[in-house]
């Protein structure tokens, strides 16, 4: 599985931490936001909920493990764009629950609030229960079906409620959409995924 990680500039000193407990799971990762509270130029969780949702949509990676202080901007921020399933987790039950019911592609992490002793350990055990061949198998089992119905049903309201991708980009302000795309890391894997997306090529070439 291609796995973003996407910091924005209040959670970038646990990037680190987010980078060790994702290793050694077989998994290719991008490191694609701010990785140090001493980076410039500095995203906010509006950015790295454009980047996570562009990033899925594009193709670019299967999943993104984002977050801020509390999780709950972040989640705010990428749930705006289509195509997005994206958990709030805060404990390894969590993970376990958001895995098996609602197997989305995205998870918001609170970073900092209630971050403290053994934060680490926590960030492992999510990404245990979260990262497990039960996706989707559903909880309890006897809800399996209802609720891959369920996932199917929000897929397709997604589609209806929401823009196609080209519409939004061109729609965002630029104080969204320029530092979110400008940014190094991700300007770098963006730039590489557009050959067959010519509705954008030429809007991203004037905007970076």
Excluded at 48 to 59: H, I, P, Q, V
Aim: aromatic share 8%; proline share 5%; with cysteine.
């Amino acid at each position: 599985m291609k796995i973003a990680v996407i910091n924005e500039i209040s959670a970038a000193d646990r990037n680190a931490d987010i980078l060790r407990a994702l290793e050694g799971r077989g998994h290719e990762l991008f490191n694609l936001g701010n990785t140090s509270s001493g980076d410039s130029p500095a995203l906010l969780y509006i950015h790295t909920g454009l980047m996570a949702a562009l990033s899925l949509d594009l193709g670019l990676v299967d999943f993104v493990v984002g977050g801020c202080g509390t999780g709950q901007g972040f989640l705010n921020a990428v749930m705006q764009y289509p195509g997005v399933c994206c958990g709030h987790l805060l404990t390894p039950l969590d993970a376990f629950l958001f895995a098996r019911i609602n197997a989305g592609n995205c998870v918001s992490l609170a970073l900092n609030q209630g971050y403290g002793w053994a934060g680490e350990v926590n960030l492992r055990l999510i990404f245990d229960q979260l990262f497990s061949p039960e996706t989707g198998a559903g909880y309890p089992p006897t809800r399996a079906e209802p609720q891959r119905q369920g996932r199917e049903l929000l897929g397709q309201i997604s589609t209806a409620a929401h823009r196609p991708f080209s519409e939004i980009l061109f729609a965002l302000p630029e104080a969204v959409s320029r530092p979110a795309l400008t940014f190094p890391a991700f300007r770098a894997v963006l730039e590489t995924s557009l050959q067959n997306r010519a509705d954008l090529r030429a809007w991203l070439s004037n905007l970076i």
